[in-house]
Structure formats: structure tokens, C-alpha cells
């Protein structure tokens, strides 16, 4: 079966500090991969996404980036962290059926960061 | 870009009523996908709309997708506390996956 794992799962970091969280895939090949950001009980907002190794999508302008060093591996940085980067960050994979994304995305237990 | 709506923003129930929520796009869905969030974790998929007036059912909750393939409800029968959460709405376009602002339900016992 399929897993998805993401961490650390809660991280406190000072305004300027680097940032890396990591997310891994298992049980599946060739995912799609997502990065989110939540806000406190709202909807999520696509950060980045990739359809293969070192093919990364932005979504938003910001101090974020994404690397896919490997197929099932994708890691969300920052150089130098601003306040407003504090949210719930969830990594997903979804679901491909003949070449078409179907829309199932599954997702990992998310990232707690807070900047102060 | 295409924006998903939903609503009410906020829902806060008494047990045993029933509710209905609303997303709306301006643009025509392929498909929908219906989530569930709870506090602290990654959305849970519940259900996926393919066909325009299609129904769905999942125990106590109805999904519909609209005739046009425009909009969406969900309609929660007799609700329980077990069913609060945040409702987020999905729509695919090509590899890239949107969601909705969801709603916050809160069912209180």
C-alpha cells in the first residue's frame, strides 16, 4: 500500500533562519507531488507541484522553493524565513489513471511552523 | 485563475440538524473531489463527482454535483459531533489541483 510521510511535524524557527521540510512517497511511482500551506481553519493554498524529478511548479511568488532530488522525495526550503511563513504545511501525492490526474490526493500529517 | 467557491464560511449546528453546504466555480468542473479536515491532520478524500446531476451517497451525507458541472452541495443528514470539521471542495485542472476555502462545521452535542 501506498504511505506518505512528511516531517518534522512541528518546527519553531526565528525570522531569517533557513528552512527544509521533507516529504517521501512509498508503494507508488512517478506521483505528482504537492505542496500546501494552510492557514488557521481555512482552505489550503498550492505552494508548488511537480510532475517528476527536478520538474517543479510554482504557484505563488515568495521566499519558498522545491526541489525533487527523486522520484518519491520532495523537500519544500527557504533561505531566510519571514513571519508570515508560519502556517500548516502539507505535502500530497495524487492518484494518476491512463495519463489524467483523477483527483484523489492523499497527504501526509502536516507541518506545524512557526516563525517568531 | 480558476477560483472554487464555497459556502457558508462558518456552520455551527445543534446535534440531530441537518445542513447543507455549497461550492461554486465559474468555470466547468471535469471533476470534483468532496474533503474532510480535521484539526491537525491532512484532508481525508470522501467522495469524487464525475457526471453532471450526479448523487452520491455516504451514510448520512449526499453529494451533488450540478447539471452545468458548475457547483456542488453536500447535505449532512441528522448531524453528530463526529462530523465537524473543515469541508473543502477540489477541482483538477491538468496537474494542477485547487481547493475551495472550505467550511468550518461545528456540531455541538
Known amino acids: 500500500s501506498q504511505t506518505i510521510h512528511q516531517w518534522p511535524a512541528t518546527l519553531v524557527q526565528p525570522v531569517g533562519s533557513p528552512l527544509s521540510l521533507e516529504c517521501t512517497v512509498e508503494g507508488t511511482s512517478n506521483p505528482n507531488l504537492y505542496w500546501y500551506r494552510q492557514a488557521a481553519g481555512r482552505g489550503l493554498q498550492l505552494l508548488f507541484y511537480s510532475v517528476g524529478i527536478g520538474q517543479i511548479s510554482s504557484e505563488v511568488p515568495q521566499n519558498l522553493s522545491a526541489s525533487r532530488p527523486q522520484d518519491r522525495q520532495f523537500i519544500l526550503s527557504s533561505k531566510k524565513l519571514l513571519l508570515s511563513d508560519s502556517g500548516f504545511y502539507l505535502c500530497?501525492?495524487?492518484?494518476?489513471?491512463?495519463?489524467?490526474?483523477?483527483?484523489?490526493?492523499?497527504f501526509g500529517e502536516g507541518s506545524r511552523l512557526t516563525v517568531l | 485563475t480558476q477560483l472554487l467557491e464555497q459556502s457558508p464560511q462558518f456552520l455551527s449546528i445543534q446535534e440531530g440538524e441537518n445542513l447543507t453546504v455549497y461550492c461554486n466555480s465559474s468555470?466547468?468542473?471535469?471533476?470534483l473531489q468532496w474533503y474532510r479536515q480535521e484539526p491537525g491532520e491532512g484532508p481525508v478524500l470522501l467522495v469524487t463527482v464525475v457526471t453532471g446531476g450526479e448523487v452520491k451517497k455516504l451514510k448520512r451525507l449526499t453529494f451533488q454535483f450540478g447539471d452545468a458541472r458548475k457547483d456542488s452541495s453536500l447535505h449532512i443528514t441528522a448531524a453528530q459531533p463526529g462530523d465537524t470539521g473543515l469541508y473543502l471542495c477540489m477541482k483538477t485542472s491538468y496537474d494542477k489541483v485547487i481547493f475551495g476555502p472550505g467550511t468550518s462545521l461545528s456540531v455541538i452535542p
Open positions: 468555470s466547468v468542473f471535469s471533476s
Open positions: 500530497a501525492w495524487s492518484v494518476h489513471r491512463g495519463g489524467r490526474n483523477t483527483g484523489e490526493l492523499f
